[in-house]
T-cell receptor, first 109, second 114 residues
Framework: GESVGLHLPTLSVQEGDNSIINCAYS??????FIWYKQESGKGPQFIID?????DKRQGQRVTVLLNKTVKHLSLQIAATQPGDSAVYFC????????FGQGTELSVKP | DTAVSQTPKYLVTQMGNDKSIKCEQN?????MYWYKQDSKKFLKIMFS???????INETVPNRFSPKSPDKAHLNLHINSLELGDSAVYFC?????????????FGPGTRLTVT
């Protein structure tokens, strides 16, 4: 069946380091992908999106990479800050929006 | 100003009861959603409405009934609550239909069924 999964359920990084959160998807027909950030006790918040006709998109301190060949998506956060601590979700759109399991990012000061 | 608001934030009730969760967005969006997030943080869409019309209805028990009195409101009514309904329910809205583009989520309603 269709699924979106993450390689690492938890990720701990040192403040100032770069973070990489990975996501695998199985629906090759998916043509739109989104990353969301969810802080404790809050709703998910949009970070960045990318369409399947692109392989890279940059935002403020964040970069999303899409590798359609291996159906892999990643979110890179530069100079990770304590405020980046949250659960990160990837989501794919292939007819409907499907969210992945989530990766908890913990930033150590 | 809160873009997407939900009430109540916490809801504790017993099995068999009927309860409602209200959602309002002041963003002028045409599309609204309800999501369920379980204890493992898994987030799954339940319903999607566009301009008061039901667009997406996932495999959700018919005990769950969304109601959209106008395009700024999407309420969720749940009949005969069960233990498995315990979760955090999120309302969201977006300017585009079909899940494309940014969705704006509410703060969530934590439902606990005892």
């Amino acid at each position: 069946g269709e699924s979106v999964g993450l390689h690492l359920p938890t990720l701990s990084v040192q403040e100032g380091d770069n973070s990489i959160i990975n996501c695998a998807y199985s629906n090759s027909a998916s043509d739109y992908f989104i990353w969301y950030k969810q802080e404790s006790g809050k709703g998910p918040q949009f970070i960045i999106d990318i369409r399947s006709n692109m392989d890279k998109r940059q935002g403020q301190r964040v970069t999303v990479l899409l590798n359609k060949t291996v159906k892999h998506l990643s979110l890179q956060i530069a100079a990770t800050q304590p405020g980046d601590s949250a659960v990160y979700f990837c989501a794919e759109m292939g007819g409907k929006l499907i969210f992945g399991q989530g990766t908890e990012l913990s930033v150590k000061p | 100003d809160t873009a997407v608001s939900q009430t109540p934030k916490y809801l504790v009730t017993q099995m068999g009861n009927d309860k409602s969760i209200k959602c309002e967005q002041n963003l002028g969006h045409d599309t609204m959603y309800w999501y369920k997030q379980d204890s493992k943080k898994f987030l799954k869409i339940m319903f999607s409405y566009n301009n008061k019309e039901l667009i997406i209805n996932e495999t959700v028990p018919n005990r769950f009934s969304p109601k959209s009195p106008d395009k700024a409101h999407l309420n969720l009514h749940i009949n005969s609550l069960e233990l498995g309904d315990s979760a955090v329910y999120f309302c969201a809205s977006s300017p585009q239909q079909g899940g494309l583009g940014e969705q704006y989520f509410g703060p969530g309603t934590r439902l606990t069924v005892t």
